[in-house]
């Protein structure tokens, strides 16, 4: 049939760069080592070359297991994401997300990829993303007790959805946060929110 056609041709096309948004969420969780063949390149502004002068500024810590989407440059943990922002004079964005979380997977297609939140995210914040559900075991020596439930933290996931719900009161996921160089939390957080102009506002603290 015409629709079956159609839709051969728009996975043919994803081949070959282009984006799938309409099925993006349904996606399985990209793999850190492999091709990420439904991104695409849509910035054209400045690199971020006043955070790469900073030593502070290079990613350290599980820099080899997760990825940013777009390109974008990130952490993935809050201590080096601060040390970040206190170097380069940036705040921070915290994006609390998930592996197999559809709704942070719309966001990143449908909103994250639109060029002027891209070109924000890129100049104006040290992204810091926290996997509230990575099974990643710790070493012991990082293993705590938790003041929320009284239960040993043990993996990554455990230890990053344990400091959202302490600080925010809520698991919700994806959670986007503001902090400052110092940890203070700036404005409002944001959950889903598909409207580009809306979290683009968000964004620009309007």
Same mark, same amino acid.
């Given at each position: 049939s015409?629709?079956?056609? %159609?839709?051969?041709i728009?996975?043919f096309?994803g081949?070959f760069g282009?984006e799938l948004k309409?099925?993006?969420?349904?996606?399985? &969780?990209?793999?850190?080592?492999?091709?990420?063949?439904t991104q695409r390149?849509?910035? %054209?502004? /400045?690199p971020?070359?006043?955070?790469d002068?900073? +030593?502070e500024? /290079? &990613?350290?810590?599980y820099?080899?297991?997760f990825?940013?989407p777009?390109? $974008?440059?990130g952490?993935?943990?809050?201590?080096e994401?601060?040390?970040?922002a *206190?170097?380069?004079?940036?705040?921070?964005?915290?994006?609390?997300?998930g592996?197999?979380?559809?709704?942070? =997977?719309?966001?990143?297609?449908a909103?994250? %990829?639109?060029? +002027?939140?891209?070109?924000?995210l890129r100049?104006d914040?040290?992204?810091?993303? $926290?996997?509230?559900?990575?099974?990643?075991?710790?070493? +012991?020596?990082?293993?705590?007790t938790?003041e929320v439930?009284?239960?040993? =933290?043990k993996?990554?996931g455990q230890?990053?959805i344990?400091?959202?719900?302490a600080?925010? *009161?809520t698991?919700?996921? &994806?959670?986007?946060?503001?902090?400052?160089a110092?940890?203070?939390?700036?404005?409002? &957080?944001?959950g889903?929110d598909?409207?580009?102009?809306?979290y683009?506002s968000?964004?620009?603290?309007k």
């Amino acid at each position: 049939s015409v629709a079956s056609f %159609s839709f051969v041709i728009y996975l043919f096309l994803g081949l070959f760069g282009y984006e799938l948004k309409t099925i993006s969420p349904l996606l399985p &969780p990209k793999s850190p080592n492999g091709l990420d063949l439904t991104q695409r390149a849509v910035y %054209s502004g /400045t690199p971020m070359l006043a955070a790469d002068a900073h +030593e502070e500024c /290079t &990613p350290v810590k599980y820099a080899d297991m997760f990825h940013m989407p777009f390109g $974008l440059k990130g952490f993935y943990s809050l201590e080096e994401g601060l040390a970040c922002a *206190r170097a380069s004079g940036k705040p921070v964005l915290i994006d609390f997300k998930g592996h197999f979380c559809s709704n942070c =997977k719309k966001m990143e297609a449908a909103v994250w %990829s639109d060029p +002027e939140v891209l070109r924000a995210l890129r100049e104006d914040y040290v992204i810091v993303a $926290l996997y509230t559900d990575d099974r990643t075991k710790l070493p +012991e020596a990082e293993w705590y007790t938790s003041e929320v439930d009284g239960k040993v =933290k043990k993996t990554i996931g455990q230890q990053n959805i344990d400091f959202e719900i302490a600080n925010f *009161r809520t698991n919700t996921i &994806p959670l986007y946060v503001i902090m400052d160089a110092d940890g203070n939390v700036v404005g409002e &957080p944001k959950g889903t929110d598909l409207d580009v102009a809306s979290y683009l506002s968000w964004l620009k603290g309007k």
